[in-house]
Every structure is written in C-alpha cells, then in structure tokens.
C-alpha cells in the first residue's frame, strides 16, 4: 500500500513556470514507479509525465515534452513536476499517482492515487 499527497500547484500566466510536489509514504514506495496525470474540466484523465522506481527512466506525453520535467527524489519518496513554458491547455487538476510495479509499463499500473491539485494558466 502506497499513500501519495500533492502539495503547491495555483494559478499562474501563460508562458511562466509551476513546481508541483508529490510526498509518497508507504512499505513499497521505493520500489515502484510513480507518475503524474491530470484532468481538464470535461476531460478524460490523462497520463503526464511518469518516472520509474530508479529515477533514471522517464516519460512524457508529446504535449508536455520539452516544458515538463519530473523528477524523483534519491530517497525515491518525493517526486517533482517542474512545468515551463505554461499554456493555458495545462489548466487541469494533476493528480500524482504510485504504480504497483518498479517500471512504467501503462496507466492500469497505477492503483494509488492522491486528491489532485489545481493548476490554472492563466491568457
């Protein structure tokens, strides 16, 4: 069992720069892979960004690639979204989430989810 929380998100202007935050806790937490999806008002929930157990291995969604970065701590308990280059398509609730396996194998890996913080860019 994985407990995740996210903390920061708010609203910012296009083109400018959000860090959001998730603290993972839990006997697993360091062996599983760990990611960040998110949901437009409307929308689908959709994968964001993933990282795997280790760290080294990431993965993005094309809209987000070369504005987001994720990163995981070396204690392998937090994990960070660093989002550039805002654009006001990036308004969603991101939601962190914690996987069941070590590696970044699709979205029905993951079965921990946090409440989800708001991100809003502004035009």
């Known amino acids: 069992q994985v407990q995740v929380e996210e903390s920061g998100g708010g609203l910012v202007q296009t083109g400018g720069s959000l860090r959001i935050s998730c603290a993972a806790s839990g006997r697993t937490v360091s062996s599983v892979a760990m990611g960040w999806f998110r949901q437009a008002a409307g929308k689908e929930r959709e994968f964001v960004a993933g990282?795997?157990?280790?760290?080294?291995?990431?993965d993005y969604t094309d809209s987000v690639k070369g504005r987001f970065t994720i990163s995981r701590s070396s204690a392998k308990n937090t994990i960070v979204l660093q989002m550039n280059s805002l654009k006001p398509e990036d308004t969603a609730v991101y939601f962190c989430a914690a996987a069941g396996k070590p590696f970044l194998v699709g979205r029905s890996s993951f079965h921990y989810w946090g409440q989800g913080t708001q991100v809003t860019v502004s035009s």
């Open positions: 990282v795997d157990w280790s760290g080294r291995v990431t």
